[in-house]
């Protein structure tokens, strides 16, 4: 039966293009101008930096640092702490694809994979601070209340999600042998592989953009075109949600759920960076349901001691330095982390030299 459903559907899809070649067209020459302009300068250099972080072994520094963090709140080795870093602060679908990286290397069991896939793969402040904050709403203050909500939510989902399984057996990871690699081994492999979660993502956001927008274009009513839209699409959704005519409180809250929940484009996108490695994608759906039901919770919350007025929708702010604001929060955090780094490689050669120094003796 569920072969029948599956058969359907696809022909159905087909059938819609075929039957609407030049919005077919449009909409796949729109998305992959998305692609080239922003999916690819924003996401292709933190997959290789997330490769390199997995593959240089420096996530079991991490995990030695974090693990009096991780482990308590969290219930996942310290390790992971890569894979929320860098959801936090490059956003859809970073964290999800250093987590499964994190997992092929054998840092993290399958079990914390997958509580790992429930909580860290967010949005970035990129998109909510200024695509968001100031693009759609004219207000750098809404885009830090949403970005603020956004990661309180993934911190509770991850606390909620740390009973998840914590009775079975820890399981076991894909790769246990771990070996020093060679520098050039190292960004070989992970300039090979996210070039493949590269183009695996761009080609999910063409193909699903393109069906959305047909099937959308079925929909007669504005308010579930709008629904079915915000479900589909996060940047879609959101734009969708603002140009209503609902109130400027609703439609934030309505915006911040829509982050959480990401899209099924999003999940599309974890779905194809997860697949072949064993892994249940349901707590990953849970908690992004989750997400997006604590966001409009907290938002709510927020709205109650700081008001919206008129006065939070001024003109003055530009989207450029909305996003200047964005990039230093994001060049601070990845500053912190190659300190962190390098303090931490410094270490480890002056360790290994103390210790051949001592074999030598």
């Known amino acids: 039966m569920r072969g029948f459903v599956k058969y359907y559907i696809f022909t159905f899809i087909t059938l819609l293009i075929l039957i609407h070649p030049q919005h077919t067209v449009e909409y796949a020459r729109g998305a ?6 922003v999916l690819c300068p924003s996401l292709f250099p933190f997959f290789v930096c997330s490769g390199l972080l997995v593959y240089s072994g420096f996530c079991e520094v991490l995990s030695k640092i974090f693990r009096p963090v991780m482990r308590p709140l969290f219930n996942v080795s310290g390790s992971g702490a890569a894979a929320f870093v860098l959801g936090i602060i490059s956003g859809y679908p970073i964290g999800a694809e250093t987590a499964c990286r ?22 970035g402040p990129l998109f909510i601070l200024g695509s968001v904050g100031v693009a759609v709403y004219h207000s ?17 989902v991850g606390i909620i999600f740390r009973f998840y399984r914590k009775g079975e057996s820890v399981g076991e990871p894909l790769y246990t042998q771990r070996t020093e690699t060679a520098l050039a081994d190292m960004f070989s492999k992970a300039l090979s592989g ?29 308010t579930w075109r709008t629904v079915f839209v915000a479900l589909s699409e996060l940047t879609s959704g959101i734009k969708g949600i603002s140009d209503s005519e609902l109130s400027q409180g609703m439609k934030v809250i309505l915006s911040a759920a829509t982050a959480g929940f990401a899209g099924a484009c999003v999940h599309l996108q974890v779905m194809s960076v997860a697949h072949g490695k064993r892994l249940s994608l349901r707590p990953y759906i849970i908690g992004k349901v989750c997400h997006a039901m604590l966001s409009a919770l ?37 500053a912190v982390l190659a300190v962190v780094s390098a303090v931490v490689m410094l270490c480890q050669l002056h360790k290994k030299s103390k210790t051949s120094t001592a074999a030598d003796c």
């Open 140 to 156: 750098p203050k809404i885009g830090a209340m949403l970005y603020f909500v956004h990661i309180l939510a993934a911190f509770t």
């Open 194 to 222: 996210s070039v493949t979660s590269i183009l695996t993502v761009c080609g999910a956001v063409v193909f699903f953009s393109v069906v959305a927008n047909l099937i959308a274009d079925l929909i007669p009513d504005r």
């Open 32 to 37: 992959m101008t998305m692609c080239a302009d």
């Open 102 to 123: 994190l997992y092929e290397n054998g840092s993290v069991t399958k079990n914390e994979c997958e509580r790992l896939l429930a909580f860290c793969n967010n949005s």
């Open 298 to 334: 907290y938002m709510s919350i927020l709205l109650r001691f700081f008001p919206l007025t008129k006065t939070v929708f001024a003109s003055g702010s530009t989207l450029s330095g909305a996003f200047f604001a964005a990039s230093v929060f994001t060049c601070g955090c990845a």
